[in-house]
Structures are given as structure tokens and as C-alpha cells.
Antibody, heavy 120, light 109 residues
Framework: EVQLLDSGGGLVQPGGSLRLSCAASGFTFSNYAMSWVRQAPGKGLEWVLGISGSGGSTYYADSVKGRFTISRDNSKNTLYLQMNSLRAEDTAVYYC?????????????WGQGTLVTVSS | QSVLTQPPSVSAAPGQEVTISCSGSSSNIGNNYVSWYQQLPGTAPKLLIYDNNKRPSGIPDRFSGSKSGTSATLGITGLQTGDEADYYCGTWDSSLRWVFGGGTKLTVL
């Protein structure tokens, strides 16, 4: 059974940093692209970053470029999201998601989400 | 402002049929497959339709998808109260990013 377990969320001050993790199990992690998708309170879905199965290619939304970094450790079956220079508008539930194959294909499995709150 | 445009809400009675539209452009829907996601209250999104009209294992055939040009449509027949959820369309964009619609809230009256 495929499982994605998001963790690392919490309360952080504006300008601060946070690292999210997503532990994957039940599939060959390195064979699949992964993404982070966020959802601000009461709002819709916003894709923010994606990474290829090998980790060699990464993709970013303009809203987080230069501040957020996506990475993966295929030996640990874990996806990461390093968030720096956090802003109030980054407050959201962050979901990790696996793709059917490459990052251009849809997200077929999703984690339960982890809440990031940016506030002083 | 979402790249893909969906109606904010739709409603219909139990047992009836409803459609949800998703409008984009040649840089996204016009040249890529469309997916649809269902998000029940308080839960993570779930893939409902992919490659315009394919259903993942376990998704009932009451759910269907279609695409024409730069627009796509999700159809749900035999509406059930358990179908009340937010529905999102999504696709890959030529700017090398995923884009989603703003979401449509389905109310089963």
C-alpha cells in the first residue's frame, strides 16, 4: 500500500525557515517524480515545486523561486522541502504528492498534509 | 487568480447529473492532458480522472471526463450525498509548472 507521510510543519516567524519531510513507502520511490502542493486556509490548490525521480530536474512556481528548495534522498525514500524567507502568504497546508510517472503526469497519491503557519 | 477557470459552485439533487467546466489556454489544456481531483472536507485531494477521461482503479464509472480544445469537463451521474466535495482540474503548463483551477464546490441538495 502506497503511503506518504508529511511532517515538519509548525509556527514560524516571518523571515524564518522550516524544513518539511515526506516519508514514502509501498512503491519504488526513485522511479517516480514528486511534488509539493499547498493550500492556504479556505483557498484552492497551488502547485509549488516538483522533482524528477532521480532528483536531477526540479521545477518551481514563481511564487517560491529563490526561497524554497525541493530535494529527495532516494536511499531514505524521503522528499524534502526547505523553506526560507517565509512570508505570511506562505501559510498553508503543504501536501507531498507522487506522480504517475514523470512530473508532467498527474499526482496520484497524496500525503495527509502538514500545516505551516507564518506569523509573528 | 487561478490559471484555469472553474465555476465556484454547482448543485444538483441526489440521483441527478452535474457537469463542472474547466477553461484554460493553448499553453496548458490545449496541449496537455487534464486531470480532475476530488477533495472531501478536511481531507487530502484524490485523483479522480487523468489523461482527460481515464479513471484510476476504484473510481466508479459515475465519474467521467472529456476535453475539447482548451476546455475540459467533469461529469458526475447518479449524484450521492457523499459526492459533496471540492473538485479541481489540473494540467501541466508550457511554463514548466502544474496549474490548477480555483476549485468548484459541489452541493448535493
Amino acid at each position: 500500500e502506497v503511503q506518504l507521510l508529511d511532517s515538519g510543519g509548525g509556527l514560524v516567524q516571518p523571515g524564518g525557515s522550516l524544513r518539511l519531510s515526506c516519508a514514502a513507502s509501498g512503491f519504488t520511490f526513485s522511479n517516480y517524480a514528486m511534488s509539493w502542493v499547498r493550500q492556504a486556509p479556505g483557498k484552492g490548490l497551488e502547485w509549488v515545486l516538483g522533482i524528477s525521480g532521480s532528483g536531477g530536474s526540479t521545477y518551481y512556481a514563481d511564487s517560491v523561486k529563490g526561497r524554497f528548495t525541493i530535494s529527495r534522498d532516494n536511499s531514505k525514500n524521503t522528499l524534502y522541502l526547505q523553506m526560507n524567507s517565509l512570508r505570511a502568504e506562505d501559510t498553508a497546508v503543504y501536501y507531498c504528492a507522487s506522480h504517475l510517472t514523470t512530473v508532467t503526469t498527474p499526482q496520484d497519491y497524496w500525503g495527509q498534509g502538514t500545516l505551516v503557519t507564518v506569523s509573528s | 487568480q487561478s490559471v484555469l477557470t472553474q465555476p465556484p459552485s454547482v448543485s444538483a439533487a441526489p440521483g441527478q447529473e452535474v457537469t463542472i467546466s474547466c477553461s484554460g489556454s493553448s499553453s496548458n489544456i490545449g496541449n496537455n492532458y487534464v486531470s480532475w481531483y476530488q477533495q472531501l472536507p478536511g481531507t487530502a485531494p484524490k485523483l479522480l480522472i487523468y489523461d482527460n477521461n481515464k479513471r484510476p482503479s476504484g473510481i466508479p464509472d459515475r465519474f467521467s471526463g472529456s476535453k475539447s480544445g482548451t476546455s475540459a469537463t467533469l461529469g458526475i451521474t447518479g449524484l450521492q450525498t457523499g459526492d459533496e466535495a471540492d473538485y479541481y482540474c489540473g494540467t501541466w503548463d508550457s511554463s514548466l509548472r502544474w496549474v490548477f483551477g480555483g476549485g468548484t464546490k459541489l452541493t448535493v441538495l
